[in-house]
């Protein structure tokens, strides 16, 4: 038994992403679920409108992040539906409060706040308070949205690294390398199944979402369709980035375990953003999913239309172009030579060498 | 249409090959010959395969010269069959047929034939991770053949293979020969390299010897007597056990062996790579049976 225990310490020594994955990740799990994982919201972005909005006295848990007391109803809904508040009040002969149901715990903190008494924001009568998008505060119309991006998630980054890797456990890489293929062309070849796999899920995702839960598709199919692509495009990249650096693919699914578990937690998908301490909150500004599922709900539940959502469309796009040419790069040295030669060996090896009209002229001497 | 080889063929020229701080090639020459089969021979880390890389184009030479077909016209088998065990065995020679951009007229014909001609026509609708090491073997020669290359290039094509898929992959690579392809394979089995019309001995990535079988007999320096047990002193250096004997290698060609009862052999290529490896030992003389320099080696005393 002893030789047994010293060989697997030493294999465990070895094995330095396993032992960092066991010593790191519970660490990561104990910040996330003690600083990250909350559902208490404290402060709820708010814009007032109407004659009174300079005047509303509006206290905690509402933050008014903008007064426009010449705007009205419209102003305050679009600012609700563009995301920049999750509540606006509308002061007149009745105060009305807008409360979007797409942010689901912040809407229910707001309810409870009203419905508490401790906030009257005009001072005034109890407002009329309609919840916009998801009036039932459905939990599966928050969810769905959120989870058609953790779909592309597992596909992109779990099912792609796997799809990589898998060539160079089984030789047929080298196999692939000497062939007359483009390293572009492997690289496409290898990924756009993936990325119809991954489309083709979505698509099931929210049929059975809107079919089975009645979750609503309100908005532009195109946007929701761009933002899924420019996902796509960014979690394939990791995927392919992740299988270039594993040997096998026991390490491709521990590394994108790494990637996939902090989107899940710190991306806004269980826990509202701001309810996630803000020493953990940047982590999720660097994660895509966050992205998509300000997309994805904007869209589905707020119809909310591309002008508001540039800023997450360009910031997955920009990801989208590193992590692709970062991906596209190790693939190609991945393709390419080990040796010493320190290039790829052939400008022969390239088809349009092949393809030469003069065979003689397509042959390789090449000198160093 | 396949490119035609330079005068001299395809192959390399003093190309030196670096693995971080190792020296996999240093220097190497190799020739092979349209129509002809070349064994390249070694024990490991001799630098085998990092040759046949070179030659296949799946690595770049650190210095030299490599001369080899595009690589539309370059077939390569790397160790291991190169196939996808989870595809069938039709599926995997069409995957190389589209590769290869063989038209679909030709293909579906051409692989048939070669699945004949390899005895796999039963098994091609079988995973390939359910062949057996032969067929898999097999099927990754017809798979690096299928589009006729100029230059096949076959790492270990048939190493843990049965006797008589070794002789059904023979079949192959000769019939490839014999349609005008340069053959290079790469094997630690000397007996099939003494079918080869020229065979290349590597040892720690440096020339040790080359030419044809029979010329890497003739150079070799010395005689070799075979004698019941292993003789004592400096000769028992220069033995290894081989057909249930002992081999001792005389470098001058002269003398008696110790403890007597050894009889003269016709050396064969076996006999000629193992005294080329020994006479890399320092002091020990006269030089090497070719062209081929040498650093160190501890080949003595062998039980082979």
Redesign the interface.
């Known amino acids: 038994m002893w030789a047994m225990i010293v060989k697997e310490f030493r294999q465990l020594r070895r094995d330095r992403r396993t032992l960092a994955m066991m010593i790191v990740l519970p660490v990561v799990l104990l910040v996330v679920f003690g600083y990250a994982a909350s559902f208490d919201v404290s402060t709820i972005p708010t814009v007032v409108a109407g004659p009174a909005a300079a005047q509303a006295p509006l206290r905690a848990p509402f933050q008014v992040v903008d007064r426009a007391p010449a705007e009205g109803a419209a102003w305050a809904q679009n600012e609700v539906r563009d995301g920049h508040a999750a509540v606006a009040v509308v002061t007149g002969t009745r105060t009305v409060v807008l409360i979007d149901g797409s942010q689901l715990f912040t809407a229910k903190a707001a309810l409870s706040a009203l419905q508490a008494g401790r906030t009257h924001p005009t001072g005034g009568p109890a407002p009329q308070v309609r919840v916009l998008y998801n009036p039932g505060l459905k939990t599966s119309f928050i969810m769905i949205p959120g989870l058609a991006g953790v779909v592309l998630v597992f596909v992109g980054i779990i099912i792609t690294s796997l799809g990589v890797v898998r060539e160079r456990q089984?030789?047929?890489l080298?196999?692939l390398?000497?062939?007359?293929?483009r390293p572009r062309d492997v690289f496409l070849g290898k990924i756009v199944p993936y990325f119809a796999v991954a489309a083709a899920d979505l698509a099931i995702v929210l049929a059975v979402g809107v079919a089975l839960f009645g979750v609503p598709f309100r908005g532009s199919y195109a946007v929701f369709a761009l933002g899924a692509l420019l996902f796509l495009f960014v979690t394939l990249g990791i995927g392919v980035l992740i299988s270039s650096v594993s040997e096998n693919q026991g390490q491709a699914i521990q590394m994108s375990f790494m990637f996939t578990l902090p989107q899940v937690l710190l991306s806004g998908l269980i826990f509202p953003l701001s309810s996630i301490a803000v020493g953990v909150r940047w982590i999720s500004y660097i994660l895509p999913l966050t992205y998509f599922n300000e997309i994805s709900r904007g869209v589905m539940l707020r119809a909310e239309p591309i002008g508001p959502l540039w800023p997450p469309l360009l910031f997955l796009a920009l990801l989208g172009l590193v992590v692709m040419t970062l991906a596209m790069l190790r693939f190609r040295s991945y393709l390419g030579?080990?040796?010493?030669?320190?290039?790829?060996?052939?400008a022969?090896?390239?088809?349009g060498?092949?393809?030469?009209p003069d065979?003689?002229a397509?042959?390789?001497?090449?000198?160093? | 249409?396949?490119?035609?080889?330079?005068a001299g063929g395809w192959g390399t020229h003093a190309v030196?090959?670096?693995?971080g701080r190792r020296l996999?090639l240093d220097q190497v020459t190799f020739r092979v010959l349209p129509g002809q089969v070349s064994a390249v021979v070694g024990g490991d880390g001799a630098g085998r395969t990092?040759l046949l890389?070179?030659l296949?184009?799946?690595?770049?030479?650190?210095?030299?010269?490599?001369?080899?077909?595009?690589?539309?016209?370059?077939g390569?088998l790397?160790?291991?069959?190169?196939?996808?065990?989870d595809l069938t065995v039709a599926e995997n020679l069409a995957f190389r047929a589209a590769?290869?951009?063989i038209p679909a007229a030709v293909a579906g014909p051409r692989i048939q034939a070669y699945l004949d001609r390899a005895g796999l026509l039963a098994a091609r609708d079988r995973l390939a991770g359910r062949l057996s090491g032969g067929m898999r073997q097999k099927l990754g020669v017809i798979a690096a053949m299928l589009h006729e290359p100029a230059l096949l290039v076959l790492d270990e094509p048939t190493t843990g293979v049965d006797p008589v898929s070794r002789a059904d992959l023979w079949s192959l690579i000769t019939q490839a020969a014999a349609a005008g392809a340069a053959v290079v394979f790469a094997t630690s089995y000397l007996d099939e390299a003494e079918r080869a019309a020229h065979v290349l001995v590597l040892a720690e990535g440096r020339e040790l010897a080359a030419g044809s079988p029979e010329q890497i007999v003739a150079a070799m320096p010395g005689r070799v007597v075979a004698a019941a047990t292993r003789p004592p002193g400096p000769a028992g250096m220069r033995s290894w056990r081989r057909d249930g004997r002992w081999r001792v290698w005389m470098p001058d060609g002269a003398g008696d062996v110790p403890g007597g009862g050894a009889e003269l052999v016709q050396p064969d290529l076996q006999d000629a790579v193992t005294v080329a490896i020994l006479a890399r030992e320092p002091g020990a003389s006269p030089a090497p049976a070719t062209s081929g320099t040498a650093t160190s080696g501890t080949a003595t005393g062998k039980e082979g």
């Open positions: 089984t030789g047929t080298e196999q390398a000497v062939m007359p293929l030579p080990a040796g010493s030669g320190g290039g790829r060996s052939d022969a090896g390239a088809p060498a092949a393809e030469a065979p003689a397509a042959a390789v001497a090449e000198s160093r | 249409m396949n490119a035609p080889p330079p030196s090959v670096r693995y996999a990092t890389r070179i296949s184009g799946a690595i770049g030479a650190g210095g030299g010269m490599v001369m080899r077909p595009p690589r539309i016209q370059t390569y790397a160790a291991g069959s190169g196939t996808y065990p590769a290869y951009r």
